[in-house]
């Protein structure tokens, strides 16, 4: 059964931190890219940040570049989100997603599995 689960959410306070991680099932994982999303109430899952399978090709929303990193562990089966400087606006649910095609991209449509996401919450 394919499998793909968020954790690291919560709340913070702006300026902060929190890492995200995602751990998929290893069928779901290998030679996957994996990408990041967040969804607000009332609006179209976005995307954040996406990753290669080698790690060597990473991509990022215009609004989180320079603020989140994306990486990962392939022996973990493990991928991290890394938020640095949250601000209120970051808040959202938070999901993880693997494309099987191994395409690095910031097409919905191009991800087959998905977590059920986790709750990120920026208070200013």
């Known amino acids: 059964q394919v499998q793909v689960v968020e954790s690291g959410g919560g709340s913070v306070q702006a300026g902060g931190s929190l890492r995200l991680s995602c751990t998929a099932s290893?069928?779901?994982?290998?030679?996957?890219?994996m990408g990041w999303f967040r969804q607000t109430p009332g609006k179209e899952r976005e995307f954040v940040a996406a990753i290669s399978w080698s790690g060597l090709i990473t991509k990022y929303a215009d609004s989180v570049k320079g603020r989140f990193t994306i990486s990962r562990n392939n022996a973990k089966n493990t991928v991290y989100l890394q938020m640095n400087s949250l601000k209120p606006e970051d808040t959202a649910v938070y999901y993880c997603?693997?494309?099987?095609?191994?395409?690095?991209?910031?097409?919905?449509?191009?991800?087959?599995?998905w977590g059920q996401g986790t709750q990120v919450t920026v208070s200013s």
């Open positions: 997603a693997a494309s099987a095609r191994g395409v690095v991209t910031t097409t919905l449509m191009e991800y087959n599995y």
């Open positions: 290893g069928h779901t994982f290998t030679g996957s890219a």
